[in-house]
């Protein structure tokens, strides 16, 4: 056991005696962490099921209800209602929205099928100028090539004509899935990226194109992923009394649309400050889907954005009573304020975060968040430590802490720049009273 110094506070001597779970969790690969709908469509930052499944089983019964505050693509929301938990998430990014209704909507798979083959035969035979579905994207022929965008629209237009509801939202899902692969971009970029590798692939002739074969292909292959959620439903329906629902409640972890001591468990893996551009990953997709005109409007409204106008950090002054925050702050403020503005903010919108998942939470219920460290202009944030402290204050108190080795490297950001870390926590956070700081 790791030697405390006195003047540790309750979190550190808990953050120090930390259980690893890297071997639980190393073991878990392939087909094991992308089962069911978990694989159905790529998102930056996925924790594998395993982990909310831990929780969820250690810190709470059937029956009770579940909180995602930044559901991402919804893995909690799913592992939550196989294991006969209902659910709640929140999210600001439309297309992790649409993501996680389509994760853990069972559709009857037949009739989806049935659909897959007209739909598919309609595009394939239609011949006729959809131009006028392509999307206004910013340097558009940069990313396409022009008989991409015409496929993709032809596409879109038969998915488009669908009546609105499941069915047509598991096909805009695969529509979503292959645009990365048919743009310019270098599909292995966290971003998009027009790489040089990419363009020797593409000169060398090893790139493929083809709009209508990779969203056939991608539907058989998410059709096989709809099959298993059916045939899970169908077990969850067997086995729990009632069933377990499903719903997506707001866009603002910050404001949260649920009544007061109404959940059981809350379970997360929040973003981290100026990280990476969460709305440039899906950049693309999104202007395909008609979920965005506007990327600087929406990254400057995420928690943990790199964006902030002159107006909002030239007036402002660093200021907190988190022990070890200002030392962060400080460190910054000597390369430029509004890098120090932007930290201060991010742990200033978490803090809110944590007053109103502490309103919405049981007594001595648990908010368990799994969260690292990660770097911004060459200063190491910890950030795992500074919000176990903020959530002291906040009325929380941290009973227990485990950490383990982020294995499956594909699931991650780049946190650390080019520093080696790849370890989380999962920081588990009772709820002991009401506190609402109004401030830092």
């Not at 938990?85 to 037949?110: C, F, N, Q, Y």
């Not at 551009?277 to 928690?303: A, C, G």
């Amino acid at each position: 056991m790791a030697q405390s110094s006195p003047r540790d506070s309750e979190e550190d001597r808990v953050l120090r005696n930390a259980q690893d779970l890297s071997g639980e969790f190393r073991k878990y690969m392939g087909r094991q962490v992308s089962y069911a709908t978990h694989g159905i469509h790529r998102y930056p930052a996925k924790f594998i099921p395993q982990i909310p499944r831990f929780c969820i089983e250690s810190y709470s019964d059937v029956g009770d209800a579940v909180l995602d505050p930044f559901m991402g693509s919804g893995t909690t929301l799913l592992e939550s209602y196989i294991h006969g938990r209902s659910s709640s998430g929140i999210d600001i990014h439309p297309l992790a929205r649409l993501i996680a209704k389509v994760k853990t909507t069972p559709v009857e798979p037949s009739s989806l099928r049935s659909t897959a083959d007209n739909i598919i035969t309609k595009i394939r035979d239609d011949d006729g100028d959809n131009s006028k579905l392509v999307p206004e994207i910013p340097n558009r022929d940069h990313w396409f090539k022009p008989q991409v965008l015409a496929e993709l629209a032809t596409v879109k237009k038969h998915i488009w004509a669908m009546s609105p509801g499941h069915r047509q939202d598991f096909f805009k899902i695969c529509f979503s899935s292959i645009i990365r692969k048919v743009s310019n971009s270098d599909s292995d970029s966290l971003i998009p990226e027009v790489t040089s590798f990419r363009k020797k692939l593409d000169q060398q002739g090893k790139t493929s194109f083809d709009v209508y074969g990779r969203f056939e292909n991608t539907v058989r292959s998410k059709l096989i992923d709809a099959s298993d959620l059916w045939r899970l439903s169908l077990e969850v329906q067997g086995k729990y009394k009632p069933v377990p629902k499903v719903d997506i409640v707001g866009l603002d972890a910050r404001d949260i649309d649920l009544e007061d001591s109404s959940i059981d468990l809350a379970v997360t893996s929040p973003p981290y400050a100026s990280a990476v551009h969460y709305v440039s990953v899906h950049k693309l997709e999104m202007f395909w889907l008609d979920l965005l005109k506007d990327t600087w409007d929406l990254d400057s409204r995420i928690i943990g954005t790199a964006r902030a106008y002159r107006d909002e950090y030239n007036a402002w002054t660093p200021s907190t009573a988190v022990p070890g925050l200002r030392t962060v702050l400080d460190e910054l403020m000597a390369k430029d304020k509004k890098s120090a503005y932007l930290v201060w903010k991010y742990f200033d919108q978490m803090r809110c975060n944590f007053n109103e998942v502490n309103r919405v939470l049981k007594r001595n219920r648990v908010y368990c968040m799994i969260v690292g460290e990660n770097t911004f202009r060459k200063v190491r944030i910890p950030t795992y430590r500074l919000l176990a402290k903020i959530a002291a204050r906040s009325g929380f108190e941290l009973k227990t802490t485990y950490a383990y080795d982020v294995i499956n490297r594909h699931l991650d950001i780049p946190r650390w720049n080019d520093s080696r870390i790849e370890r989380d926590y999962i920081l588990v956070l009772q709820r002991k009273r009401r506190l609402d700081n109004e401030t830092l």
